[in-house]
């Protein structure tokens, strides 16, 4: 089945340090991808997606490219901001279905 | 523009007491909605989805379960809850018959067993 690996947090990082948390997966097909976040005591927000090969998602300054060669989809920013402490969830939805599947997540602790 | 509300936002309940937690969506017709729950350390789990009013579809066998009795609420039940009943539920809605996977997510639901 579909599948979903994430690197193991949590992340520390001082303000203003590059950013990547790496996704890679594995899934029949051509799948869309997906990176969520969540901050905390919340629910989680769709932080960017790429449907198809070579697409690149950005929103927020954060980007990821899908990469089908290495079936991967790393988050990247190139400047993080205490507010981007949160939990990062990388996620797959299979061709022609509704259903998402996740990584366990990756949380990100920025300190000034 | 589309909104999703679940509540309660905190649960305490003992063990072996029931449990309902609601969820409803409003500004789309006819979505797709589902319930997962988050445990420490071990990501998200979906639990059930719903096409249609009635339809119910159950990822993993357990204690919950899942009615959509209106077509923009879905409720999460359980008649005897467990101590590993403890975690972060999210209620979620998809857009009907749009397969890029996009899920809008509520504010989430602590359920805490003692």
């Known amino acids: 089945g579909d599948s979903v690996t994430q690197m193991e947090g949590p992340v520390t990082l001082s303000e203003e340090a590059f950013l990547t948390i790496n996704c890679t997966y594995t899934?029949?097909?051509?799948?869309?991808l997906f990176w969520y976040v969540q901050y905390p005591g919340e629910g989680l927000q769709l932080l960017l997606k790429?449907?198809?090969?070579?697409d690149k998602g950005s929103n927020k300054g954060f980007e990821a490219t899908y990469r089908k060669e290495t079936t991967s989809f790393h988050l990247e920013k190139g400047s993080v901001q205490v507010s981007d402490s949160a939990v990062y969830f990388c996620?797959?939805?299979?061709?022609?279905?509704?259903?998402?599947?996740f990584g366990k997540g990756t949380k990100l602790s920025v300190i000034p | 523009s589309q909104t999703i509300h679940q509540w309660p936002a905190t649960l305490v309940q003992p063990v072996g007491s029931p449990l309902s937690l609601e969820c409803t969506v409003e500004?789309?017709?006819?979505?797709?909605l589902y319930w997962y729950r988050q445990a420490a350390g071990r990501g998200l789990q979906l639990l059930f989805y719903?096409?249609?009013?009635?339809?119910i579809s159950s990822e993993v066998p357990q204690n919950l379960s899942a009615s959509r009795p209106q077509d923009r609420q879905f409720i999460l039940s359980s008649k005897k809850l467990l101590l590993s009943d403890s975690g972060f539920y999210l209620c979620?809605?998809?857009?009907?018959?749009?397969?890029?996977?996009?899920?809008?997510f509520g504010e989430g639901s602590r359920l805490t067993v003692l």
């Open positions: 790429a449907t198809k090969a070579d």
């Open positions: 899934a029949t097909g051509y799948p869309s």
């Open positions: 996620a797959l939805s299979g061709a022609g279905s509704y259903q998402l599947t």
């Open positions: 500004g789309t017709s006819n979505p797709n």
């Open positions: 979620a809605w998809s857009v009907r018959g749009r397969d890029t996977g996009e899920l809008f």
């Open positions: 719903s096409v249609g009013i009635g339809q």
